[in-house]
């Protein structure tokens, strides 16, 4: 079957392409800027096609709690929500992972703190990549840029979550989630009929039981999986770095940003060359694990490297550690809602490291 | 010697009026001396072998004393957040409906941080089984105060006894769930003597029937005691809570099938 070419908002591109992925729960609850994700798996009503369970929740703490079950049972297993409701959700997550359950979690952020406003923002960077939750844990976290990576990112999220039975994060925004723009859509896929062995299904007689547990009493059996939690972020670290490079070849000064902003800077990149400044983009696409080895190799011959995010800045004490002090870097980003333009990120280029 | 062969002949498969449950992992239960967690613990082991439901259980354990129940059951459990036992519950037997699916819950975990995920699973009609132990008290954690703890009653977080003006009221969860159009059966039941033990084996078993059968939410209550928390012997707490429990939390069916 031929991929299909659809007009599509992110959001509904993330909602068809969990039912083509053949996803088997969603579980989530109406915040703006994402509820087109619920609004449109309900009226697609993929049960009567493919199975899939979709349940609006009493809150965002019961979706989360929702599909830890689902996971638990070694289902395909997803929810969305815009910041408020994803810190809502940290507790959960944070029993997610310390539990090893393989979901997906949409982020559409928007700007805060507190109930901020419903426009996109970047400021959910460090509940993203540093944890979250309590205890020390990562998610896999990605980065989508446009309505096609929100689709694709949906299938490629939970090859990762069962890979390394790990929750993941799709970090996107109130931009991404609204806009529309064409997606080539996957072909159908069945859903799972085999599961995990370590799921709980009923016990047959033919092994022991299986517990979904984030407890261990013992503090040296919970100092242990702790160092084997650790042992599996290094081997996520070691085998998913995913970004995008534009115009590093020869480039004097490096933006480094994702998402929309990355969108943004693409065109600033442009708008640099023309005016004679040999400016690149690193795009990372995983925000953890990120792109730090990348970053550090192109910091190393660049005279400075500017992290642009809509944010206070947050991914830039990642791209300082990466270079560990070899180069200049600052950032520059909007707040509050406000997309940075490409034009302020070139006058800030400028300013910060070529002077007027 | 003698005395040896005696008790040989007499310990017989045929003369065995009692034996564990198979589902009953033979370790040592966390609980404390004279505590109901264990007797209604044996009532589902020996419910899920009777009715053949161990390959197609799944249990989700809560926060507070009974969060060990995977220790003790030979089931597979998921082990919940504090409160959120019902949600867990919602998604496993939507994606798995052949399954028996329960949760097992004490009162802080389901009456009060738990308050919103057991009323949608019941007003939503979840097919699933909620065994609720109400002990009027936090045992876990060491005594405090409960949603469910009676007025005037004395615990860690009101020493003085509860002062329903400032520390609000005792909350009759079985009460409110039974109003809810999800639910089926709804039962409040105790397990401190023989007859009632059977009692609640029996509402349970009716319960187990219902699920099924597809017809909505059984919530079952089983006013228990706590003799570490509220500081009595065992015997003294079972007199206790049925001078002082019962009268409020009364016993018998509060939502049966119009049938």
Same mark, same amino acid.
């Given at each position: ?44 009503? =993929? ?36 910041? =408020? ?9 944070? *029993? ?5 359950? =393989? ?21 959910? *960077? ?20 446009? @309505? ?16 390394? +039975? ?16 064409? @997606? ?6 069945? +859903? ?11 016990? =047959?007689?033919? +092994? ?44 004097? *000064? ?18 640099? +060359? ?83 | ?43 589902? %082991? ?34 919940? %957040? ?112 023989? %007859? ?46 049925? %001078? ?16």
């Amino acid at each position: 079957m031929e991929k299909e070419l659809r007009l599509m908002k992110g959001n509904e591109a993330i909602a068809e392409a969990a039912i083509r992925a053949g996803v088997d729960g969603y579980f989530g609850y109406p915040i703006t800027p994402q509820s087109e994700i619920l609004e449109y798996l309900m009226e697609a009503n =993929p049960f009567e096609s493919t199975g899939m369970v979709v349940l609006q929740a009493e809150s965002e703490v019961a979706a989360i709690n929702m599909v830890y079950g689902g996971a638990g049972c070694g289902k395909k297993v997803m929810t969305s929500s815009s910041s =408020p409701g994803i810190s809502l959700k940290q507790e959960g997550i944070s *029993y997610i992972a310390g539990a090893e359950l =393989p979901c997906l979690i949409v982020n559409v952020v928007r700007a805060g703190p507190g109930l901020g406003t419903i426009q996109p923002a970047q400021s959910d *960077y460090f509940q993203s990549v540093k944890g979250g939750g309590h205890g020390d844990y990562h998610l896999i976290v990605l980065a989508p840029a446009s @309505v096609q990576d929100m689709a694709d990112f949906v299938e490629l999220s939970f090859d990762l979550a069962f890979k390394y +039975r790990n929750p993941v994060l799709i970090l996107s925004d109130g931009a991404i989630g609204q806009m529309m723009e064409k @997606v080539y859509l996957k072909p159908r896929k069945p +859903r799972a009929t085999q599961f995990p062995a370590w799921a709980t299904t009923g016990k =047959p007689e033919s +092994r022991k039981r299986n517990i979904i547990t984030s407890l261990d009493l013992d503090p040296n059996g919970q100092e242990e999986f702790n160092h084997r939690l650790q042992a599996k972020y290094a081997e996520i670290s070691k085998n998913e770095v995913r970004f995008e490079e534009f115009q590093c070849e020869d480039a004097e *000064y490096l933006l480094v940003a994702y998402g929309t902003s990355a969108r943004v800077c693409q065109k600033s990149v442009q708008i640099a +060359r023309d005016n004679g400044i040999r400016a690149g983009l690193l795009r990372p696409i995983t925000l953890f694990p990120f792109p730090s080895k990348r970053i550090s190799e192109i910091g190393s011959r660049v005279k400075g490297i500017l992290s642009v995010e809509m944010s206070a800045g947050q991914m830039v004490e990642d791209v300082m550690l990466a270079v560990n002090g070899k180069v200049p870097v600052k950032h520059f980003g909007r707040m509050g809602g406000i997309v940075t333009t490409p034009e302020e990120v070139v006058e800030k280029l400028k300013l910060f490291f070529i002077g007027g | 010697m003698k005395e040896a062969t005696g008790l040989k002949e007499i310990i017989k498969p045929e003369n065995l009026a009692y034996r564990r449950s198979e589902v009953l992992v033979d370790n040592t239960l966390s609980y404390c001396p004279g505590c109901g967690h264990g007797t209604t613990h044996r009532i589902l %082991a020996e419910l899920i072998e009777e009715l053949g439901l161990q390959s197609h259980t799944i249990g989700i354990s809560p926060v507070g004393c009974s969060v060990l129940l995977y220790h003790y059951l030979d089931v597979d459990i998921q082990q919940a %957040a504090h409160g959120r036992a019902p949600a867990l519950a919602t998604a496993i037997k939507r994606l798995l409906p052949d399954r028996f699916v329960f949760t097992y819950q004490g009162d802080g975990d389901l009456a009060a941080i738990g308050t919103a995920e057991t009323i949608h699973a019941c007003n939503r009609g979840e097919n699933i089984l909620i065994i609720f132990v109400n002990n009027g008290i936090y045992g876990m954690t060491g005594g405090q105060m409960a949603p469910t703890t009676l007025s005037g009653m004395k615990s860690s977080t009101s020493p003085l006894g509860r002062d329903v003006r400032t520390m609000g009221n005792p909350l009759k969860m079985t009460d409110i769930v039974a109003t809810l159009q999800g639910t089926y059966y709804v039962t409040r039941q105790s397990v401190h003597t023989p %007859a009632n033990v059977r009692k609640t084996k029996k509402a349970m078993r009716k319960a187990i029937e219902y699920q099924k059968l597809n017809r909505g939410t059984c919530f079952i209550e089983v006013v228990s005691n706590c003799p570490s928390g509220w500081k009595m012997t065992p015997v003294e707490s079972n007199k206790w809570m049925e %001078a002082n429990m019962f009268p409020f939390y009364p016993l018998g069916d509060l939502k049966t099938p119009a049938e």
